[in-house]
C-alpha cells in the first residue's frame, strides 16, 4: 500500500518535471511510450504465433464472428432493395469504413477493456513500479493479433463496396478513404481510453464502454437516415463518432446528411480526432491519479 | 426428496453468485438497452420498407428487438456462463472430484444454470424491455396466461441452451482447449437464434433450416408466443424435444468421456 502510494506520488512529481522541462520532456516520454508499447505487443504476437494452428483458428474465428453483423445486412437486404433510402454498396461503404477504423482502435487498444479486472485484483500495482509509461503498458497487455481477423473482414466489404459503388471519384475522394480509417481508428481509440479511465472510478461497470465502442460501432454501419435526429445530433456533438464515418462517407458518396452542416465538415475528422485523442489523454491522467490500489 | 432439495439448494447458490455482482448487472441492462435503441431503428427501418415482413407488423417488430435484448443473457446466447468453468476444471483435473462426488455431473450444472438464469431474467431481462416500452410503441400482450406462457418458452430455451452449452464443456476431455468450440457455439448461437434477426425474416430455405434448428429454441420461440404469433403447445413439444434429445446426448458423451478420458492430474 505504501508503495504504491509512493509509486503514484513519484508519477506525480513526474509530471510536474514533465510540465517543467515542456516539449522536448512530452516528446520522449511519447517516444518511451511507444516503444515500450511495440517491445510488449512483440512478445505477445510472438507468445500467440507460437501455437501455430490455434492462431489461425482465433483469427478465423475473430474474421466470422465480427462478419456476423454484415450477414444481418445481408439478410435484411435480401428482404427489401433500400434501407433508410440507401442501397446495399452504400450500406456496406458505411459499413466497411466503421469496422475498420473500429478494428484499428481494437487491434491497437482493444485489451484496455480488462483495466477494470487489474483494477479490482490490485495487479496494476505492478504496472505503476516498472520503468515504462502505464498507459502503453495497459494498452500492450495481451495483445492479440487475431483482431486482425475484424480489421480483414471490415477491409473486405469496403473493397466491395468500392467496387460495386458508381463514385466520381476526385483525387480528394480517393485521399479521404484512408483518412477516414485513420482519424476514425483514433476517434474510436479515444473512446478506448477515456472507457479505461471511467473504470477507475467504475470498476465492475467495464460493460458500459461496450455500448459506446461495440454500440458505436453498430451504429454506424448503418446510414443516419434511419436514425431519431437527436441520436444523430447526439453522435455528432457530444461523443462526435459521425465523424468517423457518417459525414465524410456521406460527401463521398454526395448524399445530404440528416442535420443542417455545412460541406466542411466533412473534412473535419483529423482534427476532431486530435481534439478526441487530447481530451481522452486528459481523463486517462485523472483517472490514474485517482488510483487507489485496493491494499490486500 | 433429499437430492430435490440438494438441487434447490445449488439452483439458489447460482443465483446469488450472480446477484453478487450489482454494479456489473447495472453496467450490462444499461449496454442492452443501448444496443436495443440501435437494433429497434434499424428494425422500423426494415419494417417501414416491408411492413408485415416476417408475419410481424411494427409493434411486434419492436416488440421482438427488446425480447431479444432481455433474453440475451437469461438464456446465455453467446455463452460464457458455467460451461468456461467446466472446461476449466477438466482442464485442471478438477473435474475428478466433482465425479467423486454423490450428485449427478450434467443435474448439478443444470440447477446452477438455472438459479443464474432466473436472476438474470429478473435483473438484465425486466429493466431493458421496460425501457424499451418507454421509449418505443410495443405491442406486450395484457394476459397473464400469455405471460406465463412465455416464461415457461423461456425456461424451455434455456434447458436448451444449457444442454448445448454443456457438450461445448465436454468438449474439453478430448481438446483440453475448448476456446475454439466456445467460439464456434457462439457465431452459431447469435446467428441461428434470432439474435441478428427473426428467424421468420430469413429467406428461402435458410429461414426453413433455422427454424428447425434447437437455438430457435433460445429466442424466436418465446418471442413468438409472447407475440401471439405461434401457438404455444407446439412450440413447447418442439422445445421439450429437442432439451430432451441433447441432455441425452450430453449423458452419453458424459459417460463416454469419464469411462475413456485420463484424467489431468499434477
Redesign the interface.
Known amino acids: 500500500m505504501a508503495e504504491t502510494a509512493e509509486a503514484v506520488e513519484a508519477a506525480e512529481v513526474a509530471e510536474v518535471a514533465d510540465t517543467a522541462y515542456g516539449g522536448a520532456r512530452t516528446y520522449g516520454r511519447t517516444r518511451e511510450g511507444l516503444r515500450a508499447y511495440r517491445l510488449i505487443t512483440a512478445m505477445w504476437i510472438r507468445s500467440a504465433v507460437a501455437y501455430r494452428a490455434?492462431f489461425v483458428?482465433?483469427t478465423l474465428?475473430n474474421f466470422?464472428?465480427t462478419a456476423?453483423d454484415f450477414?444481418?445486412i445481408l439478410?435484411?437486404f435480401?428482404?427489401?432493395?433500400?434501407?433508410?433510402g440507401y442501397r446495399l454498396p452504400e450500406v456496406a461503404f458505411l459499413y466497411g469504413l466503421s469496422s475498420s477504423a473500429f478494428g484499428l482502435a481494437d487491434l491497437a487498444l482493444g485489451s484496455m477493456q480488462r483495466l477494470g479486472r487489474r483494477v479490482r485484483d490490485g495487479t496494476l500495482d505492478t504496472l505503476l513500479v516498472r520503468p515504462a509509461p502505464v498507459l502503453a503498458q495497459v494498452a500492450a497487455d495481451r495483445f492479440a493479433l487475431r483482431r486482425l481477423g475484424r480489421i480483414s473482414q471490415g477491409l473486405g466489404v469496403l473493397g466491395y463496396a468500392i467496387a460495386a459503388l458508381d463514385i466520381d471519384w476526385t483525387p480528394l475522394k480517393v485521399a479521404m478513404v484512408p483518412l477516414m480509417l485513420l482519424s476514425g481508428g483514433a476517434i474510436f481509440g479515444s473512446v478506448f481510453v477515456a472507457g479505461a479511465a471511467f473504470q477507475f472510478a467504475?470498476?465492475?461497470?467495464?460493460?458500459?464502454q461496450?455500448?459506446f465502442t461495440f454500440?458505436g460501432q453498430?451504429?454506424l454501419q448503418?446510414p443516419p437516415s434511419?436514425?431519431?435526429k437527436e441520436?444523430v445530433r447526439g453522435v455528432t456533438f457530444v461523443l462526435p463518432l459521425a465523424f468517423v464515418n457518417w459525414l465524410p462517407a456521406l460527401y463521398v458518396l454526395g448524399r445530404p446528411y440528416p442535420l443542417d452542416l455545412p460541406v466542411w465538415v466533412a473534412f473535419a475528422p483529423p482534427l476532431v480526432a486530435v481534439g478526441c485523442c487530447a481530451l481522452s489523454g486528459l481523463a486517462w491522467r485523472v483517472g490514474l491519479r485517482s488510483y487507489r490500489s485496493t491494499g490486500s | 426428496m433429499r437430492t430435490g432439495r440438494l438441487y434447490i439448494a445449488v439452483a439458489t447458490g447460482g443465483f446469488r453468485r450472480y446477484a453478487t455482482?450489482?454494479?456489473?448487472t447495472?453496467?450490462?441492462v444499461?449496454?442492452n438497452t443501448?444496443?436495443g435503441?440501435?437494433l429497434a431503428?434499424?428494425y422500423?427501418?426494415?419494417w417501414h420498407?416491408?411492413p408485415h415482413?416476417g408475419g410481424y407488423d411494427q409493434a411486434q417488430a419492436l416488440t421482438y428487438v427488446w425480447v431479444g435484448q432481455a433474453l440475451l443473457s437469461a438464456v446465455s446466447v453467446m455463452g460464457g456462463g458455467f460451461e468456461d468453468e467446466l472446461m476449466e476444471r477438466i482442464r485442471s483435473g478438477d473435474i475428478a472430484i466433482d465425479l467423486y462426488r454423490p450428485v449427478d455431473l450434467q443435474f448439478w450444472w443444470l440447477a446452477q444454470d438455472l438459479g443464474r438464469a432466473v436472476f438474470q431474467l429478473l435483473a438484465r431481462g425486466a429493466a431493458p424491455l421496460a425501457a424499451g416500452a418507454l421509449l418505443f410503441p410495443l405491442a406486450l400482450p395484457t394476459s397473464p396466461l400469455t405471460w406465463l406462457a412465455f416464461l415457461i418458452a423461456v425456461l424451455l430455451g434455456t434447458v436448451v441452451s444449457f444442454a448445448i452449452r454443456f457438450l461445448v464443456g465436454l468438449s474439453a476431455f478430448w481438446l483440453l482447449?475448448g476456446?475454439?468450440v466456445a467460439?464456434?457455439a457462439?457465431?452459431t448461437g447469435?446467428?441461428c437464434s434470432g439474435m441478428?434477426?427473426p428467424l421468420n425474416?430469413?429467406?428461402g430455405a435458410l429461414g426453413e433450416v433455422v427454424r428447425a434448428l434447437p437455438w430457435a429454441s433460445f429466442i424466436q420461440a418465446p418471442a413468438d408466443v409472447l407475440l401471439g404469433a405461434a401457438d404455444p403447445l407446439p412450440v413447447f413439444a418442439r422445445q421439450l424435444a429437442w432439451a430432451a434429445a441433447l441432455l441425452a446426448v450430453g449423458r452419453m458423451l458424459q459417460s463416454v468421456a469419464t469411462r475413456r478420458v485420463v484424467v489431468q492430474g499434477g
Open positions: 490455434s483458428m482465433t474465428g466470422t464472428a456476423l450477414v444481418a439478410l435484411m435480401s428482404q427489401v432493395d433500400t434501407l433508410g467504475a470498476q465492475d461497470a467495464s460493460e458500459v461496450n455500448s454500440g453498430t451504429l448503418y434511419i436514425f431519431a441520436l | 455482482y450489482r454494479t456489473a447495472l453496467a450490462g444499461f449496454t443501448v444496443f435503441i440501435i431503428y434499424t422500423l427501418a426494415l420498407e416491408r415482413l482447449d476456446a475454439g467460439q464456434i457462439w457465431v447469435t446467428f441478428l434477426l425474416v430469413f429467406p
